[in-house]
């Protein structure tokens, strides 16, 4: 009986890790400042209206990624390719593997706090994937 109370209390006070740790699998690279918006920044510059004295933010430039900041990193990996399985010979007569592009645009990213957490689970929510072997991993 004191056994079985001692495993529930275990149970109850024993918490899972957060993930720290995700592996994203984008359709393309151009999905990426739509699907990691909250990586984007964008610059804005305050125009002041003389007549009316009102002022308004208007975008200035492009928007750009920012792969690292406070409590997150982003690896973008991009392409990855795989052997086929054939090989191939150059022009000096030294073989190498031929490989193609698998499909999907492919980044990793680190958390280190809860700053971006929603945003990063709901990524991983739409776009994780469990590779069996990582071709990039955190170290």
Same mark, same amino acid.
């Given at each position: 009986?004191? *056994? ?32 990691? @918006? ?52 150059? *022009? *000096? ?6 490989? @193609? ?17 929603? @945003? ?5 929510? @739409? ?13």
């Amino acid at each position: 009986m004191e *056994e079985q109370i001692i495993e529930e209390v275990l149970e109850e006070v024993i918490v899972e890790p957060k993930k720290t740790d995700f592996c994203l699998k984008l359709p393309s690279e151009a999905d990426m400042p739509t699907a990691l @918006a909250d990586f984007y920044k964008q610059e804005y510059v305050t125009v002041v209206d003389e007549e009316t004295g009102e002022s308004t933010q208007t975008p200035e430039g492009e928007p750009y990624f920012v792969a690292y900041g406070a409590g997150y990193a982003v690896d973008v990996i991009g392409n990855i390719h795989e052997p086929t399985g054939v090989i191939l010979t150059n *022009e *000096e007569g030294m073989e190498y593997p031929e490989t @193609a592009a698998l499909d999907g645009w492919h980044l990793n990213i680190r958390l280190s706090g809860d700053s971006h957490r929603e @945003a990063v689970e709901a990524l991983d929510a @739409a776009y994780g994937v469990t590779p069996n072997s990582p071709s990039r991993v955190w170290l």
